[in-house]
């Protein structure tokens, strides 16, 4: 790849443009599916309540998992106008607990690896990274970010951008990470939307 970016490169706005649809699509079908299942909930008599609950439960559990995957549209765009995408440099792995994790060369030290997870959560068993990675289908990816913060990872092409992160890079309960990590590549992953701390 020769773009300083990852969000200079066309094909690249054109997956994520990609992305963008298809889960803006699918948030306004889960709201209304779990709108009619709210008004059968209500209009159910008192004794058959017992039988809709964990269609209500399922349905709010879904939506949430789709509000989340649209809100990280954004997120994905804010790291991908910040990193390059680098080719070959993470490796997809199964868990044993039905989740993915991606491994990804310290960007200041090559010879030790970092691991950023996805799934694990029930409902995302069946997202197409952790089918793509259990199968074998996908084991190389693409990677834009930095692996100790946050980063964007993209089957070859690029396709299906996933956004990762460090918990600690997101989660304001947790200190940030800032032992062996250089002033300039703090100083990106903030303005890709990670938190670094102060100096």
């Known amino acids: 790849m020769h773009c300083k970016t990852a969000w200079q490169d066309p094909m690249t706005r054109r997956a994520w443009r ?3 649809v298809l889960r803006c699509a699918a948030l306004p079908a889960w709201l209304l599916g779990f709108l009619a299942w709210l008004f059968a909930v209500v209009m159910t008599p008192a004794w058959l309540l017992v039988l809709w609950l964990p269609v209500l439960c399922v ?3 879904y939506t949430l998992l789709a509000v989340i995957a649209t809100t990280s549209l954004a997120r994905t765009r804010r790291v991908l106008r910040v990193y390059p995408w680098q080719v070959g440099v993470a490796e997809a792995k199964p868990k044993e607990n039905g989740s993915t994790r991606f491994v990804v060369s310290d960007p200041e030290r090559p010879e ?10 029930i409902g995302t068993r069946g997202h197409f990274w952790v089918r793509a990675v259990k199968s074998g289908h996908v084991t190389e990816t693409w990677f834009a970010g930095d692996p100790r913060y946050l980063g964007v990872v993209a089957a070859p092409g690029p396709r299906h951008l996933l956004w990762v992160a460090q918990r600690e890079a997101t989660d304001s309960r947790m200190p940030p ?4 990590v250089s002033p300039a590549a703090r100083a990106m992953a903030r303005a890709a939307g990670a938190r670094v701390g102060t100096d």
């Open 18 to 20: 990609r992305t963008a």
């Open 59 to 61: 349905g709010i559990w």
């Open 112 to 121: 030790k690896t970092v691991s950023l997870g996805h799934g694990g959560l």
């Open 177 to 180: 990470r800032k032992k062996g």
